[in-house]
């Protein structure tokens, strides 16, 4: 399973681009990037995966870098409501077997 | 569905006690997974099961740790001689086979505070 690692944390003006950048040097072909947020005392939320490809979708977009070695989930208008703990996670699937592996995530503060 | 629910939201006990929490996936997701978080850490996983069978357990999971699935629908996690530094935030979650729609969907957690 691919480690990641991220800032511990992250400060961005309401209304801007949030910009987060996640390291996975070591991640395998088949291991998806996934984003997930957490807001204080609540389970982690889905954002957003992929494997090669940038994606987006109605929260945010993914940016992977062509070796794959890297990402950066982008916010691009920041609200208040996402001040949150963003965590890169690498998943695995392969022959049925499926497992998040998270970091130790990014703390983003919005500032209004 | 109102998503993954996991009771209870906290639990407070004394060291040497026995507590079962339960989570009750997204009934059509066939996998579920126990995750365990701890202050300022992202979560680690603990185990996971498609359907009733329990694939993998994760080292983290002791003899005092043991969790059940019996008809492949809610799951318990039962922590015995809780010990201080069992105290977390025990998070469940459920998904399809392949991950799609978003991979895992999480319940809120149980709080536990061992005393």
């Known amino acids: 399973d691919a480690k990641t690692t991220q800032p511990p944390s992250m400060d961005c003006a309401e209304g801007r681009a949030a910009n987060l950048p996640c390291n996975h040097s070591t991640i395998s072909g088949n291991e998806y990037v996934y984003w997930y947020r957490q807001i204080h005392s609540q389970g982690p939320q889905y954002i957003i995966h992929g494997l090669k490809n940038n994606e987006t979708n109605e929260m945010a977009s993914l940016i992977i870098t062509e070796d794959r070695k890297s990402s950066t989930l982008i916010l691009p208008h920041a609200t208040l409501r996402d001040t949150a703990v963003y965590y890169c996670a690498s998943l695995v699937l392969s022959g049925g077997y499926q497992k998040v592996t998270f970091g130790i995530g990014t703390k983003l503060q919005v500032i209004p | 569905d109102t998503g993954v629910s996991q009771n209870p939201r906290h639990k407070i006990t004394k060291r040497g006690q026995n507590v079962t929490f339960r989570c009750d996936p997204i009934?059509?997701?066939?996998?579920l997974y126990w995750y365990r978080q701890t202050l300022g850490q992202g979560p680690e996983f603990l185990t996971y099961f498609q359907n009733e069978a329990q694939l993998e357990k994760s080292r983290l999971l002791s003899d005092r740790f043991s969790a059940e699935r019996p008809k492949g629908s809610f799951s318990t996690l039962e922590i015995q001689r809780t010990e201080q530094g069992d105290s977390a935030m025990y998070l469940c979650a459920s998904s399809f086979p392949d991950a799609r729609g978003g991979g895992y969907t999480f319940g809120s957690g149980t709080r536990l505070t061992v005393v």
């Open positions: 009934s059509e997701h066939n996998r």
